[in-house]
């Protein structure tokens, strides 16, 4: 069963956002096989067979249960600490608990919405391209911050950071868009980092170095402890 699973998520369909990449790796073997000697035709068979592994998009399952924080990515979680969200999405000055879940190229880099509520505001920021696992690149990196308004009136906060490679940051949502807890909001090319800010006085259940799933982990409780 556990080598199933990880075959369908290995040979999961991609995303449409692979679209580019995939027509263009297809030409150059297409083209470099039939013009080029066919030395071509190597590299870029190499290069679709590389999109279809990154662009995978495998179906995920939220737990049933509400009141849930969710990762909102997979990958490995290098950060756990109290830090100020992003100021260009005016949450105030005061710390609250973040994690944060650095995307290697090996893992699937959709990111989804980590709780349900309404999209209060989406700020792009330019910085640099420092290696995303390192915790400066929180508050350095180029950046997409989201902030979203739960239902009672507290938020979290969802920031999609690139890295030392990855130098596009792509999401799909709005301002007003109500959010569902493990849809599918974006996805950053290339390596990466998406960090979470928990509501004031939520505490993580997760740890450095735990394996995430995004969509599917829980990383906090908006209600109190878990039964």
């Known amino acids: 069963m556990a080598l199933l699973q990880s075959l369908q998520m290995v040979l999961a369909p991609p995303h449409r956002a692979a679209t580019p990449f995939l027509a263009g790796g297809a030409a150059v073997a297409v083209v470099g096989g039939l013009l080029a000697g066919g030395w071509l035709f190597w590299p870029g068979l190499i290069f679709v067979l590389f999109c279809l592994y ?92 989201i902030a979203i308004a739960l239902p009672d009136g507290r938020d979290v906060a969802v920031v999609q950071i690139a890295g030392l490679v990855a130098r596009r940051i792509l999401c799909f949502a709005r301002e007003g868009d109500v959010t569902e807890a493990g849809a599918r909001f974006g996805l950053i090319r290339f390596g990466s980092r998406t960090d979470v800010y928990l509501p004031p006085g939520i505490r993580p259940l997760v740890a450095e170095g735990q394996t995430m799933i995004g969509g599917e982990t829980v990383i906090a409780s908006l209600e109190g402890p878990l039964a």
Not at 80 to 88: F, G
Not at 90 to 102: H, K, Q
Not at 127 to 140: H, P, T
């Open 54 to 145: 990154f662009f995978r998009d495998p179906e995920r399952t939220p737990p049933p249960r509400p009141g849930l924080v969710l990762a909102p990515a997979d990958g490995r979680v290098v950060s756990v600490m109290p830090a100020v969200p992003p100021l260009e999405l005016g949450l105030g000055p005061d710390t609250r608990w973040r994690v944060a879940i650095f995307l290697s190229v090996m893992d699937v880099h959709i990111n989804r919405w980590p709780v349900e509520g309404t999209v209060k505001r989406i700020a792009y920021r330019h910085g640099k391209f420092l290696s995303a696992n390192m915790d400066k690149a929180s508050d350095d990196n180029e950046r997409n911050a």
